[in-house]
C-alpha cells in the first residue's frame, strides 16, 4: 500500500504541474491550440475541434522528457 501511495502523490504531482504550464501558457499566450494542422469544424449548431498539432507536439516533448528522465535513472 505505501508503493500504491508513493505512486498516487507522483501522479498527483505530475498532473498539478502540468495544470501550472497550462495556467502559464495561456497567459503568455502562447499557440497551443491554435497551431496550424489543429482541425476546427464550425457548423451552424456545433463546433468541432481537435488539437492534432498540438497533441502531436505535447506527445513528442513528453516522449523526450520521460526519455531524458529515464536515461538518468540508470
Known sequence: MVDLGKLLLVIGGIIALAGVVFLLAGRLHLPLGRLPGDIVYRGKHMTFYFPLATCLLLS???????????RGQR
Open 60 to 70: 513528442l516533448i513528453l516522449s523526450l522528457v520521460l526519455w531524458l528522465f529515464n
